[in-house]
């Protein structure tokens, strides 16, 4: 690992923390301390430190606030039945920042020294994991290019930073299905572009055409491929699952969409629950087919942030699809419910996904 020392300095002037746990929401609130390493050419990585949450001091000719050169994570941080704190496979967390790294010529940070500094911060801002059922202490790693010089080339100074943030559910809604519309003229993604890479440019690209689907009131965009229009990718924040005739079916992981970490769980969790499950390309024409034939039974996206989200309603060039007369299927909910069973340890960790805090 990175022999590198982490510093704490603590606060002096600790904040009030939320007192009603059912309405934290998601990203609104953030805790007192965050950690940051800084990078230098020819130097590495040097100064760790857990220091008191607040501004970053960047040039405004920073390379991340001209060209989007920055890339980010998200994990949680959940409380026990007996009190103490885990998260949930953060090494996955760590090898996808260095992959979004490669992607955006970044430096790589050791994977096991990233563990190291999330178990630290969540240790340090313990008290501020919530309790209640559905809530945790969301940790949001990661890296922008600074420095001052604004030629189109990789940065020379990097910040990795960790912030937390107790949250609840990402919908407002909570866990009730979501409505979601299938975009057919903007795109997210292509092959060969930043899809598979974490990084903030993905999501600025994604706004308008969540912008326009959220005022004629859906939730979120499901994004078709890039070259066809055809084949269902994923949702904004999620990867997206269907069942079809009891089988699983999702998108592969070809380049353009993101390797969820809760989409790589779902489908061990799936299979070893006795569901066939298929990574392969899915058209649209294939759902709307198999919703005519009744054979479309659910659909849910798997996301950190979203953990499982049930779709009841989807339309394409208005064509509507609704699924689960509304209702959580039973699938997701089985599904919903083994996953955060482990993920609060109210399930024995048989994968070994689980890295304890405290
Ligand atoms: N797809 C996108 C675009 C995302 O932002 C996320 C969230 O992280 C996911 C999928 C789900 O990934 P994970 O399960 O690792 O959180
Ligand atoms: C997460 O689920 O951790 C994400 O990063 C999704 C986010 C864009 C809200």
Same mark, same amino acid.
């Given at each position: 690992m990175l022999d590198l020392d982490i510093k704490i300095i603590k606060t002096e002037n600790p904040k009030e923390k939320p007192t009603d746990e059912s309405t934290l929401g998601f990203g609104k609130i953030f805790s007192d301390h965050m950690f940051i390493v800084e990078y230098t050419e020819g130097i590495g990585w040097h100064d760790a430190r857990i220091q008191p949450y607040g501004p970053l001091a960047i040039d405004p000719a920073s390379p991340v606030l001209h060209y989007s050169q920055e890339i980010f994570e998200g994990l949680k941080v959940y409380r026990r039945a007996d009190g103490g704190i885990q998260m949930f496979r953060p090494i996955e967390n760590a090898r996808r920042m260095?992959? +979004?790294?490669e992607r955006m010529v970044m430096p790589q940070l050791d994977e096991e020294f990233q563990v190291k500094a999330m178990k630290m911060l969540a240790e340090v801002e313990q008290d501020w994991v919530p309790t209640r059922e559905g809530t945790s202490l969301y940790l949001r790693p990661t890296m922008i290019a600074h420095g001052a010089e604004l030629g189109v080339h990789p940065a020379h100074k990097y910040l990795y930073y960790i912030i937390c943030s107790p949250a609840g559910s990402y919908y407002k809604n909570g866990m009730s299905p979501i409505k979601i519309h299938i975009e057919d003229s903007y795109v997210r993604a292509v092959k060969g572009g930043t899809g598979a890479a974490k990084t903030g440019g993905n999501y600025s *690209? +994604?706004?308008?055409?969540?912008?326009? *689907? +959220?005022?004629r009131g859906f939730d979120q965009v499901l994004w078709l491929d890039g070259?066809?229009?055809?084949y269902v990718e994923e #949702?904004? *924040?999620?990867?997206?699952?269907?069942i079809i005739d009891h089988k699983l079916y999702t998108a592969?992981? !070809?380049g353009s969409?993101?390797? !969820?970490?809760?989409?790589?769980? #779902?489908?061990?969790?799936?299979?070893?629950?006795?569901?066939? #499950?298929?990574?392969?390309p899915v058209s649209v024409m294939e759902l709307y087919e =198999?919703? +005519?034939? !009744?054979?479309?039974?659910? =659909?849910?996206?798997? !996301?950190?942030a979203a953990v499982i989200s049930p779709v009841g309603l989807m339309e394409y060039r208005g064509d509507i699809i609704k699924l689960s007369d509304g209702e959580i299927g039973p699938i997701a909910m089985a599904i919903y419910n083994k996953l955060t069973g482990i993920q609060r340890g109210n399930e024995p960790d048989l994968y070994n996904w689980i890295e304890r805090v405290k």
């Open positions: 260095n992959r +979004s790294a *690209a +994604s706004l308008k055409a969540a912008y326009e *689907a +959220s005022k070259k066809q229009n055809k #949702v904004g *924040a999620m990867n997206m699952m269907f592969p992981t !070809g969409i993101l390797p !969820g970490i809760t989409r790589k769980s #779902v489908l061990r969790l799936a299979e070893d629950m006795g569901i066939e #499950v298929f990574e392969r =198999a919703y +005519s034939k !009744g054979t479309l039974q659910e =659909a849910f996206g798997t !996301g950190t």
